[in-house]
């Protein structure tokens, strides 16, 4: 068995659980993909699934409530008269009330009952399922409340809708949350993962990657949603006790049928509402609520452009040769020229100087500056004065890009507002020892943090009019220059997909150099920039990610405890080289057991 999205076949099984909904029989697995962090729902039953023709209703307040929160949150995007489709429009009540603020309206769904419902309404339906109907005509705004979940082929869908959507078009996309604190609580009985019905259950991390595979660029995410993630949580606690009838958004219209049992329950749940509010409000600072809401456009086609490419290097012999040929060897997509390749070697004493006089008698366009040892960010100043391009790409002499990584990095530059972008830095070590564990460790927290604010590293694009010279005492040069970006108001970009392949220590002692010396950096940086701060140093990302890693491993959870006191301890020691000014680490040592990097074919 594969993920249906990505293919692969790490799969993980979470657990098995009934119609916890409506206490029906069947047998459902709910899987995770490691690979690409995606929920799905197996069905294992055997037996025919009976298509339940629900209609969600909410009395007028919570209708109220909800749609004025939705337009809210759309609302900058659009001008009047926009035309907005609304994918599965449930009862209908945000179509009608964005009807009611002046724009044209269309809704598609497959629910009878919904139709029936909404057919009253001067609003244009179209009957059927999104994912089989021709839709010829464009919208400016494609909204899917709660309805994503329920598709077959997710991804086609979204390249579906990036066909329809305008060229300035927005898309709205709201759905459970499966790594919310409530999830975890409820497991199977967690309302929002309903196996019954909901074929997918996205991740952010998860919903992310499938709006940049399918051409959109995420603009926001939203973890505020108190209101229905309290909603989730009392569905939750009905499904626990075995109450499903119990509605709180229709509740009190919904007393047919009730048992003694239920009516209590419905009334101390009505009552007692906001006794959980706390709850779900701390969900929400963590980021890890019930529901989560995803704004996204369609990229912006990536313009033709030339680039320069300056990679500083010091005795990076093993690596500098396949550097240079994995950048040369790029996939440039007829969109990319490379202008120049230019190598300044750093007071160089081994072959690396030869091997790129060598590899410029190949191509013209690679070039070698020769100069005295005086540190990693001085030689990104003599890139930055050499480069004759705007946009420069800055490329550690010690790590491969991927085949399409410039042209990744260099698609969110298409924005003007945009002055930095980083690649995904991929960890090759393998995770088989302690030391091991911490490399991938490290670079998965890294990618995760990324997600939630942007952290750049190892083949950075900027543009030089941003950006034209870095402070030569810098100790940390990409956090520096985020810092320098960050202060003229420009837009740091994470771009996942373009990969950058690193070998990390391979010994504890070489490991702890490693983040000795970064801590030292970020307390020169604290000092002269106070008002940046990395993301990967921010207390509550820490905190949200690291939450992901405790696992039933007992072995695995020791490795996680002693990565958070080494890194302690490292902090200390940065802390105390800044003090006592015992260390210069500008000109960083070499760690020889990161260098010698070999890819697998």
């Known amino acids: 068995m594969t993920c249906p999205v990505c293919h692969k076949k ?61 337009h809210c949150f759309v609302n900058k995007y659009l001008n009047n008269g926009d035309k907005i489709l609304d994918i599965g429009f449930g009862d209908g009540s945000f179509l009608k009330y964005m009807k009611s603020k002046g724009y044209k309206v269309t809704g598609i769904e497959n629910s009878i009952k919904a139709i029936k419902n909404l057919k009253k309404e001067s609003i244009e339906i179209i009957q059927g399922d999104f994912e089989r109907r021709k ?10 409340w709660h309805s994503f979940e329920h ?80 909603m989730h949580f009392i569905f939750s606690l009905a499904n626990f006790f075995g109450l499903s009838s119990v509605n709180y958004w229709g509740i009190k219209n919904n007393r047919r049928n009730e048992t003694s049992f239920k009516k209590i329950f419905r009334i101390v749940a009505y009552k007692l509402i906001n006794v959980f509010y706390p709850l779900i409000w701390l969900e929400s600072k963590l980021k890890k609520n019930g529901v989560v809401t995803f704004l996204a456009q369609p990229k912006k086609e990536m313009k033709k452009c030339s680039v320069s490419i300056g990679i500083p290097a010091h005795n990076e012999e093993k690596d500098i040769a396949k550097v240079v040929k994995a950048i040369v060897n790029q996939n440039m997509q007829n969109r990319i020229k490379l202008k120049e390749i230019i190598v300044v070697a750093d007071g160089c004493t081994d072959r690396t100087e030869e091997i790129v006089i060598d590899l410029a008698l190949v191509d013209t366009r690679i070039k070698l500056i020769s100069k005295k040892r005086e540190g990693k960010s001085a030689a990104i100043n003599t890139i930055l004065k050499s480069a004759k391009e705007e946009i420069i790409i800055i490329a550690n002499a010690d790590n491969i890009p991927d085949d399409d990584c410039l042209f990744e990095i260099l698609s969110p530059l298409s924005d003007k507002k945009v002055g930095l ?32 604010e942007p952290k750049t590293g190892g083949f950075i694009a900027l543009r030089k009019k941003y950006f034209n010279c870095l402070p030569e005492k810098s100790p940390v040069d990409e956090a520096t220059i985020e810092a320098i ?12 997909r373009a990969k950058l392949y690193l070998k990390g220590p ?35 990302h820490l905190f949200s990610v690291l939450v992901k890693e405790i696992s039933p491993n007992i072995v695995n959870n020791f490795f996680l405890l002693s990565a958070i006191f080494l890194e302690v301890v490292a902090k200390i020691a ?27 074919k």
């Open 151 to 230: 598709f077959n082929d997710p991804l086609g869908a979204l390249n579906k809708i990036r066909r329809i959507i305008e060229k300035n078009g927005i898309l709205a996309i709201e759905v459970p949350n499966p790594l919310s604190l409530q999830a975890k609580l409820f497991q199977n009985f967690w309302y929002g993962f309903d196996l019954a019905r909901h074929k997918f259950h996205f991740s952010p991390q998860a919903l992310s990657d499938l709006l940049e595979k399918s051409g959109f660029e995420v603009v926001k995410k939203d973890f505020s949603n108190i209101h229905e993630s309290l």
């Open 485 to 496: 970006i960050k202060s003229k108001n420009k837009k740091i970009k994470y771009a996942p």
């Open 10 to 70: 790490n799969l993980k099984f979470v657990f098995k659980s009934l119609d916890e909904r409506f206490q029906k029989k069947g047998k459902f697995l709910l899987i995770e993909c490691c690979n690409c962090n995606l929920f799905f729902t197996l069905d294992v039953s055997g037996k025919k699934k009976k298509n339940f023709d629900l209609l969600f209703q909410m009395n007028k307040k919570e209708k109220e409530h909800v749609n004025k929160r939705r």
């Open 421 to 452: 972008v980083g690649p995904q830095i991929v960890c090759i070590n393998k995770d088989n020892n302690f030391v091991g564990y911490l490399n991938n460790l490290l670079w998965r927290l890294h990618h995760r943090i990324s997600f939630i």
């Open 506 to 540: 391979e010994n504890l002692n070489d490991y702890f150099k490693q983040r000795r010396r970064i801590h030292f950096g970020y307390f020169w940086l604290k000092e002269k920039y106070t008002q940046y701060h990395p993301s990967t140093f921010k207390a509550k």
């Open 135 to 144: 839709i010829r005509k464009k919208f400016s705004l494609i909204t899917l």
């Open 574 to 600: 940065g802390f105390y080289d800044f003090k006592k000014k015992r260390k210069d680490h500008q000109k960083w040592e070499m760690v020889a057991s990161s260098k010698g990097l070999e890819l697998e």
